[in-house]
């Protein structure tokens, strides 16, 4: 049974920073994808950045693009978001999510969800 695990939220001022991470477990952590989605208020959850199995490719929304930075560690089984230059607008419970079938993408849809963290930033 995969398990996901988030860590790392919390209260941070606009401009601040703030790292999430995600244990996960269950099977090989390295032969998956892994990913963070974020759900805010009022609005549909929004995939926001994926690394591939490899680390080789990442992905990133326009949204969070040159703030957040996705990384992974295949022996320590866990994911990290790295969240600099915060803003308001990305308050919001942010998502662990992972794959189902193996791929080497760094986009997926997700089949697997931790039980969120909450990140609130204020102005």
């Known amino acids: 049974q995969v398990q996901l695990v988030e860590s790392g939220g919390g209260l941070v001022q606009a401009g601040g920073s703030l790292r999430l991470s995600c244990a996960a477990s269950g099977r090989t952590f390295s032969s998956y994808a892994m990913g963070w989605s974020r759900q805010a208020p009022g609005k549909e959850r929004e995939f926001i950045a994926g690394?591939?199995?490899?680390?080789?490719?990442?992905y990133y929304a326009d949204s969070v693009k040159d703030r957040f930075t996705i990384s992974r560690d295949n022996v320590k089984n866990t994911v990290y978001l790295q969240m600099n230059s915060l803003k308001p607008e990305d308050t919001a419970v942010y998502y662990c999510?992972?794959?189902?079938?193996?791929?080497?993408?760094?986009?997926?849809?997700?089949?697997?969800w931790g039980q969120g963290t909450q990140v609130t930033v204020s102005s």
């Open positions: 690394i591939s199995r490899d680390s080789i490719s990442t």
């Open positions: 999510a992972t794959e189902k079938l193996r791929s080497w993408a760094a986009v997926f849809t997700p089949g697997y």
